[in-house]
């Protein structure tokens, strides 16, 4: 049996909630709910159950320290002209691309940091506009284009199960993994 995986970071419930605040202006959109909200590291897909001891085993072996990142902006992606999905932007600091690069280096062996961070936008989908063109939510972006968290703290990350749903996915933490000074 297959399970569908992801890696990814929890934000604290006090950045939940103000990520929450965010969600309004923009009608008939699919907001992701606040229980959902998470920094993916590594999206793994479907993975065969009987894979998960190694993939424990070698996720425990990460070490990291604590430290900070934060939150600067909201931003999107976009395929044609419609917006796929609306984000709040993680600030791409050296501590956390090599926290992320070093969650990732198992499954990329060698992976230098420079094309690493090519490859890798860090983010909070926030919601995933469905035929949304770009001209309906310039105004959210110009609005929020100052929101900003910084100092947030990042002491453990996950393992996350992922279920599909119509109306939206679902995700349940199965493995959790602490920082050294934590």
Not at 63 to 69: G, H, K, N, R, V
Request: hydrophobic share 35%; net charge negative; aromatic share 14%.
């Amino acid at each position: 049996m297959s399970r569908r995986l992801f890696i990814g970071v929890e934000p604290p419930e006090d950045v939940r909630n103000a990520l929450l605040r965010l969600e309004y202006g923009l009608p008939d959109i699919r907001w992701v709910p606040p229980e959902s909200f998470h920094i993916t590291l590594r999206f793994l897909g479907s993975v065969d159950e009987a894979s998960l001891p190694e993939l424990d085993y070698h996720l425990g072996n990460i070490s990291f320290a604590s430290l900070t990142y934060s939150i600067n902006g909201i931003g999107y992606f976009k395929k044609g002209k419609y917006c796929t999905h609306l984000w709040a932007g993680i600030t791409p600091d050296e501590d956390f691309m090599e926290f992320a690069r070093s969650v990732n280096a198992y499954f990329d062996p060698g992976i230098t940091a420079k094309k690493f961070a090519r490859n890798y936008t860090p983010h909070i989908t926030l919601a995933r506009p469905k035929n949304r063109a770009m001209k309906d939510i310039t105004s959210f972006l110009e609005h929020n284009a100052l929101f900003k968290i910084t100092d947030i703290p990042l002491t453990e990350f996950h393992v996350y199960e992922s279920f599909l749903h119509p109306d939206g996915p679902e995700y349940q933490i199965i493995g959790s993994y602490q920082a050294l000074d934590h």
